[in-house]
């Protein structure tokens, strides 16, 4: 995957863009929120923006964005400021300005229902009981049909308070040292997505965290590449 940096570009040519993807990363804005379990979509947007040597220095929609290419092709990487639970309202809006179709939206998100450090992988579904990702499937005209990442934070139990408690709390330290590898493997995961393949993704990627290939290793996933 080749990325690089892009100038922005004028509404008119960006509206050509129909080969273009958004990847948007879901989580809270402010300092307060930045380790929490929740955003752990705005970590993989910042591992992506690094890898692409790019930077969250526009605004559009209530949300930062970062322009970058892959292959002559916009990839537009948008960390909505809208909070998780109005997600739609940023994703909805950029993807309508650059003209992107729903398939090539790809969502970065939480998942309670998944133990630490389980990547779930989806070409379309429901929101499951996500909020952030049910606020984009009403936003997309109810459209499901877009690919999405879930990576697992854990369940403490099934009573309702001490879930929304859960996914706005830091990690533990011991979660937090295990992260970088996780956000890795998210990263790696959405490179396979957006160079077309995300049969390959899911089935490189839908298993236990010990299981994925790391990045280098012999028959690997080839690595992501900026210049």
């Not at 040597?53 to 292959?71: K, P, S, T, W, Y």
């Not at 650059?98 to 998100?109: D, F, G, H, M, S």
């Not at 579904?125 to 879930?150: T, V, Y």
Request: hydrophobic share 40%; aromatic share 6%; proline share 6%.
């Amino acid at each position: 995957m080749i990325f690089g940096r892009t100038k922005q570009r004028a509404a008119a040519e960006a509206h050509e863009d129909s080969g273009a993807w958004l990847v948007v990363g879901l989580g809270n804005p402010g300092r307060e929120y930045e380790r929490n379990r929740h955003n752990i979509g705005f970590r993989v947007a910042d591992e992506i923006a690094r890898r692409c040597e790019v930077r969250f220095d526009q605004r559009r929609a209530g949300g930062r964005l970062a322009i970058a290419r892959r292959e002559g092709i916009p990839v537009y990487l948008l960390k909505p400021q809208t909070y998780v639970n109005a997600s739609g309202r940023a994703a909805g809006p950029v993807a309508h300005y650059y003209r992107v179709p729903v398939e090539r939206i790809l969502v970065i998100c939480d998942d309670i229902d998944l133990p630490f450090g389980r990547m779930r992988i989806r070409a379309g579904g429901s929101s499951g009981g996500h909020n952030g990702l049910k606020s984009i499937i009403e936003a997309l005209g109810n459209r499901q049909d877009f690919p999405r990442i879930r990576i697992g934070v854990g369940r403490p139990t099934h009573v309702r308070e001490a879930v929304v408690g859960h996914v706005l709390e830091n990690f533990s330290a011991e979660e937090e040292a295990a992260l970088p590898a996780l956000v890795t493997g998210a990263a790696d995961a959405a490179d396979v997505i957006l160079a077309g393949d995300i049969d390959r993704a899911m089935d490189a990627y839908n298993r236990r965290p010990e299981d994925v290939p790391s990045r280098g290793a012999e028959g690997s996933l080839p690595p992501m590449e900026a210049h």
